[in-house]
């Protein structure tokens, strides 16, 4: 939300306030003129600009180069040629596959030659179901459009000349390896009199594909050739010197048959002109656009309608228009209902692209998770990922399950819970691809690393996860004895976390740790055999989104674990390794962004009382890995996933732990929003009050008017719909520093510190000084401004409340030097400003405290005493802001520093509780809480204001 100029904002929301019926109308328009399709097709976001029809069969698009990383869709923005407009493209896939039956208009021999063409990018342009582009040499407009399973093209020669158009089927994308992977067998071209060609053909890119295609032209050629014999790959047809300079051809596309391609064709397209199409190509766009209306600036508009548009390009409607379709073993099945959904990167999507489908589509999702479960019945297994109705080897885990058990959770779709069931386990269990050895897994519960596990850590941290989802369904079906087994399953992450480093590790059959561990170094699965996916140690860290609790207790409790997220965000963001490192991009420190498994962690904040750490980083990340120029992602969209994640963020909740039902809190990054839930007629309005980049934080949460208990919300609550107001404040909430049962997060003398009846009791036994070691220390770090509220009580001799201290380590925790809040049954509770490595600041009641030479003595008026009996509980504030501290005892101040940094020369530090040397005593503390304060200026050294009623002492005289 920080992201908007604070002026953009404030005009946008007072026209907003001024103008509500102006801001209804804006939205009543038509949405698809916010979509930019070229956003992604520069850099590493690996989309396409071409034209396609919601979740359809095929995306017609340019293909600029082949055979590398970069042209995992086939275009890249910059490049100035084009090799043709074939009809199946991947939207932000890592590898290449796809693009199927190319077409290139030309009317000179040197086209054809070169097989490409020049094109102008000043007439490049795109919308959904729509790209034009012009072809210089030979002077051809080239417009692009598609129906479900129909690609139509409209080519207008501007010159006059013998028009013709190059066809090809020799070859698919491809992006590892040798050209070998793009290679198409078994091809066949046939000839249909003088205006129809049809024809099929296999590839075995991810997966093995079989592609039948039906072309039909608007008027007849006049001759063929093929210009690869004996292939017989490439075809040119020849439609002379045409006074007509118009040419439209349509592609129909089908999975079962070439006549099945050609009733695709005539169903969708018959009898209608391009334009038609077009505008019900964008009509259909405009139906999902308007699932979600937001009001914000023009950038933010284009960006999230952009996400939306990419979101709708998969999963894909593999199913000919009478419901056949080819299955994953090879068999030709027909669809009950009509549809029959594939290309599902199940590694990705299930984070957040899918779970936004149960709010936006919950009867669309229900269609994906029949799809899913159609495929076990014909081969026995889930898909990993699904592509053309096949399981391909791509990625880890099985995530099938975990979407299925969400829809399950959720209720949607009504998925026969036992069919499922019986796909989980048999999937989980059975040999069925080479990723997932359960010989391997089950004796020593993970995968060793010298049984020849690649990627032996994340394998089993993912089947983890998928366990996990079958355990609750064997729960739920009441099958104890599979209940138990996978539950144990479930928690084979902790086999691979070493206590030692502190991260999860590979590991040898005999259990002795695969060593040197670099957190750092990256391994990707394509290029290198490390224990890692597309990965390194650091971002593999947080991948326990089934029991996160559990990762905190692994990582050392809430404060250990605070600690190194903030440590993840700011290490140097560097990315070397083995093999390549292509998929890990958009950092900040390690988090990367452009890759999967980084997209929860900004959130875990939540689960460790660091709200206001989730509510600084989503904005700053929407702001800055998203952008609407061409390399406007920060890496691959991945089908969706990554765009999913902007629109589940900006709206304000984010599923962190996918099989949970709950959606964590962030906060709303557009000043309104309406999502409409489904088919249901609800709707859910998202607003922030106020929306303002001077109130960043949330203070509250309050759904259809009543204060949600914490940071959460459930999906049964949010579909029931109605009003999510995010009430905003300036500083953020405070934050616990005690759990009312242990000391976690502190540490210190535990002689001298326990915790009793619920509060933090320090003790010293016999009336003698202290040793050093006299301080319990918040291991949360140092702070800087902040606001400091506990409560407490003691009897005997004083102690205090240290903070803006330091550590001296080389004598164990010891809080030194800073700013103190003395707490004492019968005296003053005025401030202690000291240092103990050479200065002495302080005195009360007029009275000095302390002196050191060469340092100065605050002289403080005198105060009369405060009763604090020991049975009373009393409440001390202290806020630190800038160069000025301020202590109030029970709401009253008591006494304030000005410019004390300039006697200290220290800004920042750590916050302790302190045990004073003296006679015996006892103090307890509770209600502990700290609110971090946005920083302000750093203090100048300069001037020293004293406090009211004090005399400086200087100590050399």
């Not at 002795?512 to 490390?530: I, K, R, T, Y």
């Amino acid at each position: 939300m920080t992201s908007i100029p604070t002026l953009t904002r404030l005009i946008l929301l007072l026209f907003l306030v001024l103008c509500p019926s102006l801001a209804v109308a804006e939205t009543e328009q038509d949405y698809a003129r916010h979509v930019n399709p070229f956003i992604g097709t520069g850099g590493a976001g690996h989309t396409f600009p071409g034209a396609t029809y919601p979740l359809g069969m095929v995306q017609l698009s340019p293909d600029t180069g082949n055979g590398s990383w970069e042209y995992c869709a086939g275009y890249q923005y910059r490049d100035l040629s084009v090799n043709g407009f074939s009809h199946t493209h991947a939207s932000g896939g890592g590898s290449g596959d796809y693009a199927d039956v190319l077409v290139l208009p030309f009317t000179s021999q040197s086209v054809l030659e070169a097989e490409s063409a020049q094109h102008s990018k000043e007439a490049e342009a795109a919308s959904p179901g729509y790209y034009t582009t012009f072809l210089t040499e030979d002077k051809v407009k080239v417009e692009l459009s598609a129906t479900e399973h129909t690609g139509i093209h409209r080519y207008t020669f501007l010159e006059a000349g013998s028009q013709h158009l190059f066809l090809s089927i020799d070859g698919i994308l491809w992006t590892w390896g040798t050209a070998e992977r793009g290679r198409t067998y078994d091809t066949v071209f046939t000839v249909e009199g003088d205006n129809r060609i049809s024809g099929s053909y296999y590839s075995d890119g991810k997966a093995r594909r079989e592609v039948n295609f039906s072309i039909e032209f608007d008027r007849p050629f006049r001759s063929h050739r093929f210009v690869d014999a004996p292939t017989n790959n490439k075809l040119v047809l020849d439609f002379g010197d045409d006074s007509d300079r118009e040419l439209v051809a349509r592609v129909g596309i089908s999975t079962v048959s070439p006549e099945g391609a050609r009733e695709n064709l005539e169903a969708e397209s018959l009898g209608k002109g391009f334009d038609e199409i077009k505008r019900e190509a964008r009509a259909a766009w405009n139906r999902q656009l308007s699932k979600v209306e937001i009001r914000t600036n023009h950038d933010d508009m284009v960006q999230f309608y952009t996400a939306m548009y990419h979101l709708y390009i998969h999963p894909n409607n593999i199913a000919d228009v009478d419901g056949r379709y080819r299955g994953a073993d090879e068999g030709v099945y027909m669809s009950e209902s009509g549809k029959q959904y594939s290309m599902f990167s199940l590694w990705d999507v299930y984070r957040s692209a899918w779970p936004l489908h149960t709010i936006l589509n919950p009867d669309l999702y229900g269609e994906f998770m029949e799809s899913l479960l159609d495929h076990y019945d014909e081969v026995g297994y889930l898909p990993v990922w699904g592509t053309w109705g096949k399981s391909s080897g791509t990625m880890i885990g099985n995530h099938a399950t975990t979407v299925l058990w969400d829809a399950i959770n959720k209720g949607i779709g009504n998925v026969n819970e036992e069919r499922a069931y019986l796909a989980f386990k048999d999937t989980l269990t059975i040999q069925h691809w080479r990723k997932y050895n359960w010989n391997k897994y089950d004796p020593y519960g993970y995968f060793p690393v010298d049984l020849g596990s690649s990627e032996s850590v994340s394998r089993t941290m993912e089947a983890s996860l998928n366990d996990w989802c079958a355990a609750l369904l064997a729960k739920r079906l009441g099958k104890e004895e599979d209940y138990a087994f996978f539950l144990k399953r479930s928690q084979f992450y902790r086999n691979v976390f070493n206590e030692e480093s502190g991260f999860f590790q590979a590991r040898f059959r005999d259990g002795n740790w695969l060593e040197p561990l670099d957190p750092l170094q990256v391994f990707h699965a394509g290029s290198s055999n490390g224990p890692y996916t597309e990965a390194n140690a650091w971002q593999y860290l947080w991948s326990v989104q089934h029991d996160i609790e559990d990762l905190i207790e692994l990582l050392g409790g809430e404060f250990a674990f605070a600690e190194r997220l903030d440590r993840f965000f700011e290490l140097p963001s560097v990315i070397y390794g083995k093999g390549k490192s292509h998929d890990v991009g958009g950092m900040k420190g390690q988090y990367a962004h452009g890759n999967e498994p980084s997209h929860h962690v900004a959130y875990l904040y939540n689960y460790v009382g660091r709200p206001y750490r989730t509510q600084e980083l989503v904005p700053e990340l929407l702001d800055t890995m998203y952008h609407t120029s061409p390399d406007g992602l920060s890496g691959n969209d991945d089908f969706g996933q990554m765009s999913g994640w902007y629109i589940m963020s900006s709206l304000g909740f984010y599923p962190t732990d996918p099989t949970a039902g709950v959606y964590d809190l962030g906060v709303p990054f557009h000043p309104y929003a309406k999502v409409r839930l489904g088919e249901s007629g609800k709707t859910l309005t998202v607003r922030a009050e106020p929306y303002s980049d001077d109130k960043p934080y949330v203070e509250r949460v309050y759904f259809n008017g009543k204060a949600l208990d914490d940071l959460k919300i459930s999906h049964a609550q949010l579909i029931e719909g109605g009003e999510l107001v995010f009430k905003m404040t300036e500083n953020p909430a405070p934050i616990s520093l005690f759990n009312g049962k242990d000391l976690a997060g502190w540490r210190g003398n535990p002689d001298l510190w326990k915790v009793e009846d619920g509060a933090i009791t320090g003790r010293t036994q016999e009336p003698k000084l202290l040793t050093a070691n006299q301080f319990l220390i918040w291991d949360g770090g140092f702070v800087k401004d902040f606001v400091l509220k506990l409560k407490a009580r003691q009897s005997g001799n004083n102690s205090g409340i240290q903070y803006r201290g330091w550590e001296s380590p080389e004598i164990g925790p010891w809080a030194v030097g800073g700013y103190q809040c003395d707490i004492h049954p019968e005296t003053a509770n005025d401030g202690m400003l000291y240092e103990q490595y050479g200065r002495a600041v302080l005195a009360r009641n007029g009275e000095t405290v302390m002196g050191v030479p060469h340092g100065l003595t605050w002289l403080m008026e005198t105060r009369d005493p405060v009763d604090a009996d020991s049975s009373e509980w009393n409440e001390y504030t202290i806020i630190a802001k800038g160069n000025r501290i301020t202590h109030l005892l029970n709401g009253e101040v008591t006494v304030e520093f000005i410019d004390f940094d300039s006697i200290v020369r220290r800004s920042e530090g750590v916050i302790a509780l302190q045990l004073h040397k003296g006679p015996a005593m006892e103090v307890q503390f509770k209600d502990i809480e700290l609110q971090i304060l946005p920083p302000v200026e750093e203090p100048s050294y300069e001037r020293v204001q004293l406090p009211k009623g004090a005399v400086l002492v200087d100590q050399n005289k």
